[in-house]
């Protein structure tokens, strides 16, 4: 089970931090990932970090976002800074460890002044 939480109303160039809260005792073996859904879009992939650390961004958010993993609290998290009102959306927490694909009930950013 996933549970987001740090989603609000910001304004442009404002920051927020969302969190991923995971139970099970092998959170730490999942590839996590931050994906975000807006109005009328497909949901697409923002962030990854693998078991190991490794990262990977979207184009659109290098520079601004970081995601970062607490495998001792079974959380990851991501670090927006810089935000822009086409980072609005509603934002969801992906566990991946073949073939178990899981998502969040989605938590709402938005980028507005």
């Known amino acids: 089970q996933l549970v987001e939480s740090g989603g609000g109303l910001v304004q442009p160039g404002g920051s927020l931090r969302l969190s991923c809260a995971a139970s099970?005792?092998?959170?730490?073996?999942?590839?996590m990932g931050w994906y975000r859904q807006a109005p009328g879009k497909q949901r697409e992939l923002v962030a990854g970090i693998t078991s190991g650390g490794s990262t990977n961004y979207a184009e659109s958010v290098k520079g601004r976002f970081t995601i970062s993993r607490d495998n001792a609290k079974n959380a990851v998290y991501l670090q927006m800074n810089s935000l822009k009102p086409e980072d609005t959306a509603v934002y969801y927490c992906?566990?991946?460890?073949?073939?178990?694909?899981?998502w969040g009930q989605g938590t709402q950013v938005t980028v507005s002044s």
């Open positions: 099970g005792s092998i959170f730490s073996t999942y590839v």
């Open positions: 992906n566990a991946k460890r073949n073939p178990i694909n899981s």
